[in-house]
């Protein structure tokens, strides 16, 4: 009979599965990888934070390339000591990119990038041709 436990044994297949995708673990969740990252837009820049806890600016590279945004870095691991047992470990290690379609032309020559407190923050100013133009209308 189909009905008896084949079906329940699905539905909970199908619930990890989304549960996966939803927490950022499974292969379309790559949006919550580390780091976080928040994009703003105003009328002349993009500006890009992300969160990196923990490093120095000489352990992250910016990189801006075919409207491409990328953040590269390595997340040193913790060192704990021979007779320790991991009991629960959700920090990140290892090596990580992130990367970031930006939809409108920039001006490369003018990108600029602070790193204070754990927080880059990385501003793309729009190039010219990007930016709203106002159009006067003319009376006749």
């Known amino acids: 009979m189909f009905w008896g436990s084949d079906l329940f044994n699905e539905m909970e297949r ?3 599965q989304m549960d996966s995708v939803m927490s950022g673990s499974g292969r379309n969740g790559s949006s919550t990888t580390f780091p976080l990252i ?3 837009e105003d009328p002349s820049s993009i500006v890009v934070t992300a969160e990196l806890p923990g490093l120095t600016k000489e352990q992250v590279a910016i990189t801006f390339a ?4 990328t953040i590269a870095g390595k ?3 913790v060192s704990t ?3 320790m047992t991991v009991i629960r470990k959700e920090r990140s290690e290892g090596k990580f990119v992130k990367t970031l379609q ?3 032309k920039i001006d490369v020559n003018a ?3 602070t790193f204070a407190n754990g927080i880059l ?3 793309l100013p729009k190039a010219e041709e990007a930016k709203p133009k106002t159009i006067s209308i003319e009376a006749k």
């Open 111 to 113: 990108i600029n990038a």
């Open 66 to 69: 075919d409207d491409v945004l």
């Open 14 to 16: 199908l619930r990890r």
């Open 38 to 40: 928040n994009a703003y």
């Open 75 to 77: 997340l040193e691991p």
């Open 102 to 104: 930006i939809p409108m």
């Open 121 to 123: 923050a990385i501003v």
């Open 81 to 83: 000591a021979k007779n």
